[in-house]
């Protein structure tokens, strides 16, 4: 079977090129990469993935390029279940072949197999030796007919013409294989093509195969009968062709040589008038003129070959054979009634095949006079759709546009005539047409519908040039448009937490229903439908403020009922609005202050139970969390660690009991962080009831929940208990480290969006983490309308976002940015002492270096392997296998498993252990983050040894709170080492002033937490972290790609910071370089 390639991989048989350095190179006409990747294409994914497993599992014994010139092909043996098979691959001209032995489909899994394996095999290996005088014998031309050997197996390739009557033959062939003797080929013995290619029956070139090949290709049995040659036109200049190449072809009947001929014939056409009639016949010449005269007889059905003189040759302009027959055995009539589309089609179109017309037409009939034509439009509707029939007016006759003809025959008083279409003006009007928005469906026929349909009217109608008639506009009824655009009147009435909104729309005379303006503005449409079945423009600045504001309004009688946090849809209405009426708008203009600016939240005065003083920001921020309750509000509390956001938070709960609102209040964090919280409440707020709902005994305490001004629990509680805890009605619903339910798919995630609360609040100091996603999980939990879905938050913002859409990130950014309270250290608290960050780095030891890059070049290999096979989504837990293991190497060669790093020392660990010494003989004390529990345990053996009192923590740590209490208290311990993930967030650490990350994360956040548990409020001296890096490393690069992340979702906090992103696929080659 055989493909055509796209001209771009189109070559020439064989190239023999100099090589300078001894020998010439062989190559086979086709780039490795690009025929293997053409042969898999054809053959399936199923077959391919077939034919590559058999590749990778060794399967091909032998592959080998043989011949020489245009005998050259690509031949080797593949063992598939038990069974050898042989495929071949060669090229003719601009197409690729592959053959195979087996019964599949071609091209089949063995095809491929040998295509991979060749693939891989050096183009030095291709070398035409023997020195210069076997070189120049293979360049020499091949003779006319080969000679077969005596006694040597020779095939012959046999065809037979059945005779019939007139012009017309069938033509067959067949295969012999003969064992010369002396001057005589001998009787020779049948074979099928499907024999002779599979077994080793005699020597076969690479033209004997294609032509094998294509007899199997359109006969699978290839029997040892005649095969009639009954193929499409292409393939049978493809079969003759290769025929004509091959060394043995002979007449059956005479068993002489078949000559081919390489000039073609060429098909002329005459004409004679036979009365009102004209009959046409036919004869054939050589592209000289000379006439082929005497017998004659076409060969095949479609791509005609012709005999004559005992010569075969191809016959250029005629794709038919038996209507070329037909031609020459007794010609056509053509009758009166058809000659004008005879003159205006056929003429034509026989010419630009190739035929050659003996007769002048010239003079057949009256040339009329020369006319413009003038187009015409009829407009109509059919269904939901615009209708236009194109015409055109040559003085007193009108042409429709579907007629093909070029010359129109007309019948006047004096005679006929000839009008000849101006078909270059007719064309320039269907151009005009289509540039106005219409879409041609038919010839002479156009449509539009929706939005495109009204454009045309409005604006392409008008714009067509001069002379242009229409017809049927005024009697459109669903396609009419209103001179002047829509414009709006806005009534809004407003409670404690929800907006009505009544928007009419006015078009003319005529109005529009806020359901159906909602409906356009959603849809993306440039029209309003009017009440009375026609439509009104929207104008255009709409389309950037309104579009995005209405996405998922629901609108029952008129009225769009919103929660408070959609202020800014209300807002976009009002300011497009010819006419507004608001009701309390000191409320409205209240609202929309504050969410465009926190500082004007008002001056409420603080909880009088509060037992400390509030900092003027943290003031603010209670106020700003106190008006976002009063108005049902979510919010983020996004203050930057350590500035207090839980006493922030007690303010407000304590203000509502106060208040007398009550209900109990859930707040929700991490195992860690729940005693800090029941420390901060007694010493913060000791009025507030509270609750600590944790533990085994936990079910004793469900009925008592509601008895409590505070409940405090975990994520892991949160999780196990969500059931129980919907049960409640809670006044508040507080997610401390909000980051944990960054994706809203989890369980996490999931329980906290079931519970039943009156208002919602996030604190975290990492509101964003990885990408934009985590925003859409934390605003489903605060106030799930605000984004709308997953789907659309990807659609309107996510993906837009990702390809550098800059009007959807300053979207995304106001209508977020309102309900996100976010300070940092250095703008409300200067007197806090500095945090100087450094970096230590450290050069890999000799043998740790060695271990290292083994282990790169191992993992580098199976991470791309994996990649290729299952794609990079799916690769995730090898990539993280593999990252894992390099971490461990830089860190201590002693963490890697089956004790393959025994004995190799580390030098960072080298580095720790020296720093260290020196930090504490200056009477710092330190805190030591790792992720490596293995390698906090090295560090406990090693400050033991030392004698140096120090303490830890990790998630098996069960006394929490005393571990913690104690290292604040007891100066005598001088270090804290900490597992990341466990005691990463929620401690205040505030005793160590010298902060060690032993190993870098991939995430900043995760490292900033960590630091920002000594540099919180209420230190006196500065802290300084240090991260230790390994040189040359992965982690240097997990650095580097931090600080490229960073940028992506920098601007959609209100200080303008920006975490890094997850891992991309795209960043796979740099972690893997050396």
Same mark, same amino acid.
């Not at 020779?188 to 093509?193: P, V, W």
């Given at each position: ?10 070559f ?7 090589n300078?350095c ?8 086709f ?5 293997v ?11 391919a993935?077939?034919g590559?497993?058999l590749?990778?599992?060794?399967a ?22 038990g ?29 491929v ?5 060749w ?7 291709y ?5 210069w ?10 003779k ?31 295969w ?18 499907f ?14 195969r294609?032509?094998?090949g ?18 499409p ?6 079969l ?16 002489e ?5 390489p000039?073609?014939?060429i098909?002329?056409i005459?004409?004679k ?29 479609a791509?005609?070959?012709?005999l ?13 054979g ?9 010609g056509?009539?053509?009758?009166e009634?058809d ?17 050659i ?10 040339t ?13 509707e ?13 003085g ?36 005009e ?21 009204l ?25 009419r ?24 729309g ?25 009440e ?7 104008p255009?600045?709409w389309?950037?403020?309104?579009t ?9 009688e008129?009225?769009a ?6 202020a800014e849809v ?13 009701e309390?708008?000191?409320?409205w ?5 504050v ?12 909880p009088?139970?509060?037992s ?30 350590? !500035?207090?956001?839980?006493v922030?938070? +007690?303010?407000?709960? &304590?203000?509502?009991? %106060? =208040?007398?609102?009550g209900g109990?209040? #859930? ?13 901060e409440?007694?010493?913060?707020a000791?009025?507030l009831?509270?609750l600590?709902?944790h ?46 339910i ?7 995630a999931r ?6 609360a009156?208002?919602r ?5 990492t509101?964003?983490?990885n990408?934009?996603?985590? !925003? ?5 939990? +605060?106030m799930?309308? &605000?984004l709308?879905? %997953? =789907? ?5 913002? #996510? ?13 995304l950014?106001?209508?977020v ?21 450094n ?11 060695e ?21 990079f ?9 593999v ?22 020392s ?7 252990t020296?720093f ?5 003989? %200056? ?31 990790d998630g098996r740590?069960?006394?929490?709170e005393?571990?913690v209490?104690?290292?604040q208290e ?11 993930k ?10 160590a002033?010298?902060?060690i990350?032993?190993?870098p ?7 900033e937490?960590?630091?920002d ?16 890096i ?16 960073r940028?992506?979702t920098?601007?959609f ?6 975490w890094?992103?997850?891992l991309e ?10």
């Amino acid at each position: 079977m055989s493909w055509r390639l796209p001209p771009a991989l189109r070559f020439n048989m064989i190239k023999v090129r100099p090589n300078f350095c001894g020998g010439n190179a062989l190559y086979f006409p086709f780039p490795k990469k690009d025929a293997v990747a053409t042969l898999e294409a054809l053959a399936g994914p199923s077959e391919a993935a077939r034919g590559r497993a058999l590749q990778q599992g060794g399967a091909v014994n032998s592959a080998s390029l043989r011949g020489g010139g245009e005998e050259s092909f690509i031949e080797g043996n593949v063992e598939d279940g038990g069974k050898r098979f042989r495929p071949t691959l060669f090229a003719e001209g601009d197409r690729l072949t592959a053959l195979c032995t087996c019964e599949g489909v071609q091209p089949c899994r063995h095809a491929v197999a040998l295509s991979r394996h060749w693939a891989r095999i050096p183009e030095s290996r291709y070398r035409v030796t023997g020195g210069w005088k076997n070189l120049l014998e293979r360049l020499a031309p091949r003779k006319p007919y080969a000679i077969a050997r005596e006694g040597e197996p020779t095939l012959v390739h046999y065809l037979y013409i059945r005779e019939s009557e007139g012009a017309f033959s069938e033509l067959s062939i067949s295969w012999r294989v003969h064992k010369p003797r002396g001057n005589s080929l001998g009787r020779g013995r049948s074979h099928s093509a499907f024999r002779l290619l599979e077994g080793e029956v005699a020597r076969l070139g690479v033209s004997d195969r294609r032509v094998l090949g294509r007899a199997v290709a359109f006969s699978p049995s290839g029997g040892t009968d005649r095969l009639p040659i009954d193929l499409p036109s292409g393939e049978i200049s493809s079969l003759l062709g290769a025929l004509s190449l091959c060394d043995h072809v002979r007449w059956e009947a005479t068993s002489e040589r078949v000559i081919f001929e390489p000039v073609p014939a060429i098909v002329h056409i005459s004409a004679k008038e036979a009365g009102k009639d004209i009959k046409l016949s036919c004869t054939l010449s050589t592209p000289d003129g000379r006439e082929l005269k005497g017998e004659k007889r076409v060969l095949s059905s479609a791509s005609p070959w012709l005999l004559h003189g005992g010569v075969l040759r191809e016959v250029y302009g005629a794709a038919d054979g038996l209507a070329l027959a037909t031609l020459m055995d007794r010609g056509v009539m053509i009758p009166e009634a058809d000659l004008p589309s005879f003159f205006s089609n056929a003429v034509s179109a026989l010419d630009s095949w190739g035929v050659i017309f003996d007769t002048d037409f010239s003079g057949a009939l009256k040339t009329g006079a020369s006319l413009s034509p003038v187009p015409k439009l009829y407009l109509s509707e059919e269904g939901g759709k615009l209708v236009a029939f194109l015409s055109f007016n040559y003085g007193d006759f009108e042409v429709n546009a579907e007629n093909p003809d070029p010359v129109l025959v007309i019948e006047t008083g004096g005679g006929r005539v000839s009008l000849k279409r101006d078909l270059q003006e007719e064309f320039a009007a269907v151009k005009e047409l289509l540039d106005a928005g219409l879409t041609l469906t038919e010839p002479g026929r156009f449509e539009a519908a929706g939005d495109t349909a009204l454009d045309f009217l409005r604006f392409g109608a008008s714009g067509l040039g001069p002379g242009w008639e229409l017809f049927g506009r005024e009697e459109l009824t669903k396609h009419r448009v209103t001179a002047t655009p829509l414009h709006l009147r806005v009534k809004l009435s407003a409670g404690i937490d929800w907006l009505d909104l009544n928007v009419e729309g006015y078009g003319g005379e005529e109005s529009a229903t806020f359901a159906s303006i909602a409906r356009a503005l959603e849809g993306g449409s440039r029209y309003v439908k009017l009440e009375g079945g026609g439509y009104a423009p929207i104008p255009e600045e709409w389309v950037e403020t309104l579009t995005p504001l209405s996405a998922g309004l629901k609108v029952r009688e008129g009225v769009a009922r919103l929660p408070a946090y959609r202020a800014e849809v209300v807002k976009g209405f009002i300011e497009q609005a010819k006419e507004s009426e608001v009701e309390d708008s000191h409320r409205w203009e209240s609202l929309v202050s504050v969410l465009a600016d926190p500082e004007k939240a008002g001056d409420y005065p603080l909880p009088k139970g509060l037992s400390c003083k509030l900092r003027p920001y943290q003031e603010r921020g209670y106020r700003w969390l106190r008006f976002l309750g009063e108005r049902g509000l979510g919010g983020i509390l996004a203050d930057d660690m350590g !500035l207090g956001k839980t006493v922030q938070t +007690l303010a407000l709960l &304590l203000d509502i009991k %106060e =208040r007398g609102e009550g209900g109990p209040n #859930l707040v929700v964090a991490p195992t860690s962080v729940v005693p800090n919280w029941e420390a901060e409440v007694r010493s913060h707020a000791p009025s507030l009831t509270h609750l600590r709902y944790h533990g085994v005994d936990r079910a004793e305490l469900r009925d008592e929940l509601e008895k409590y001004d505070l409940v405090v629990t975990s994520y892991a509680i949160l999780r196990r208990d969500a059931e129980h805890l919907a049960k409640v009605d809670w006044c508040y619903i507080i997610l401390d480290e909000a980051q944990t339910i960054k994706n809203g798919a989890t369980k996490t995630a999931r329980a906290a969006r079931s519970l039943s609360a009156r208002r919602r609040l996030s604190l975290t100091g990492t509101p964003l983490e990885n990408h934009l996603g985590e !925003l859409w999980s934390q605003f489903r939990f +605060l106030m799930p309308e &605000l984004l709308g879905s %997953e =789907r659309k938050f990807a659609e309107r913002y #996510l993906k837009p976002i990702s390809q550098g859409d800059a009007e959807a990130a300053n979207g995304l950014r106001e209508r977020v940015g309102p309900f996100i309270l976010r300070r940092l250290k250095p703008e409300v608290a200067p007197e806090l002492p500095p945090r100087i960050d450094n970096v230590l780095l450290s050069d890999l030891g000799e043998k740790q270096w060695e271990l290292y890059r083994a282990l790169l070049a191992a993992g580098r290999e199976r991470v791309f392997k994996t990649v290729e096979e299952k794609g990079f989504s799916r690769s995730r837990g090898c990539l993280l296998d593999v990252l894992t293991r390099l971490r461990q190497v830089c860190c201590h060669p002693a963490l890697l498993p089956g004790g393959v790093g025994a004995g190799v020392s580390s030098a960072k660990f080298d580095q720790f252990t020296q720093f260290v010494s020196e930090v504490l003989e %200056e009477g710092h004390r330190i805190l030591v983050y790792s992720q490596f529990v293995e390698v906090l345990k090295l560090m406990h053996g090693w400050f033991e040894g030392e004698g140096i009192s120090h303490l830890g923590l990790d998630g098996r740590t069960t006394n929490r709170e005393d571990v913690v209490g104690r290292f604040q208290e007891d100066e005598s311990v001088r270090a804290f080492l900490v597992s990341l993930k466990a005691g990463g967030t929620g401690l205040n650490l505030t005793a160590a002033d010298y902060v060690i990350l032993f190993d870098p994360w991939w995430n900043p956040a995760v490292e900033e937490q960590a630091i920002d548990r000594a540099h919180r409020i209420g230190r006196e001296r500065a802290v300084f972290s240090y991260k230790m890096i390994a040189a040359g490393t992965v982690e240097e690069k997990i650095q580097a790609l931090q600080q490229k992340k960073r940028k992506m979702t920098e601007g959609f906090l209100p200080t303008g910071e920006g975490w890094g992103g997850a891992l991309e696929e795209a960043d796979l080659e740099e972690l893997f370089k050396l």
